[in-house]
């Protein structure tokens, strides 16, 4: 099962969904109002909901009755409310996206609460997207990996602990057994040739997938 949780970001910022035309969907507080102007109705909306005004409030009501709205004062953000929900259907691939417009701390919020999801459930693939990226976190050992000409540029950086013996093949720029530390550019904007691996030995690493349009 492939869930897309849809936040409020700005709209321009958000994927072409027919690329997922198996895809089910979950609303994150007005990512709810977006979905239902796309006409699709999500398995479940989730939020405070203090980015809709009533009478948008009172729209998404109308189509999901059974709504509960979360208190505007709370510990965990919409987007973690989101996940937590998604969990709850056993999904194979977890999709955020809605979470990179607008806010800076929003979006960093949604990083770690992906990465935090990532380690508890290293069975579940969580990709956090938008128009022009794709975000997702590699954990130690060997990942295969295959061109998409939607994002020529793979970049590496380490996320919460350092990356080591890093290896790179099938890449523009392979590398072998090397080290990520914090504070590097070297391992930015490389391209894959078609199919190619990476291999991490020890720490986390954020995989980003870029494109220039």
Excluded: W
Excluded at 58 to 68: D, F, G, Q, T, Y
Excluded at 81 to 102: F, H, N, S
Excluded at 194 to 207: A, F, P, T, Y
């Amino acid at each position: 099962m492939k869930l897309i949780l849809i936040a409020g970001g700005p709209a321009g910022e958000l994927p072409d969904f027919s690329f997922f035309p198996e895809a089910s969907y979950i609303g994150v507080d007005s990512g709810t109002l977006t979905l239902l102007e796309k006409g699709i109705r999500p398995l479940a909306a989730v939020g405070d909901f203090d980015s809709v005004t009533a009478e948008e409030y009172e729209k998404i009501l109308a189509v999901m009755p059974e709504l509960a709205r979360a208190p505007s004062e709370k510990e965990q953000s919409d987007t973690e409310l989101g996940l937590e929900k998604a969990m709850t259907y056993r999904p194979d691939q977890v999709i955020l996206t809605g979470v990179t417009g607008g806010r800076l701390d929003h979006y960093m919020s949604a990083l770690h609460i992906m990465f935090s999801y990532q380690q508890k459930f290293p069975e579940t693939h969580f990709l956090l997207l938008n128009n022009q990226n794709r975000i997702r976190f590699l954990s130690p050992g060997t990942h295969a990996v295959e061109k998409d000409e939607r994002y020529r540029y793979v970049s590496f950086y380490p996320f919460a602990e350092e990356v080591e013996g890093l290896t790179l093949s099938g890449f523009k720029y392979p590398v072998t057994d090397e080290a990520v530390p914090y504070g590097t550019t070297r391992f930015v904007s490389n391209e894959l040739l078609g199919h190619g691996s990476v291999i991490i030995q020890s720490g986390s690493c954020l995989m980003v997938e870029s494109s220039d349009a």
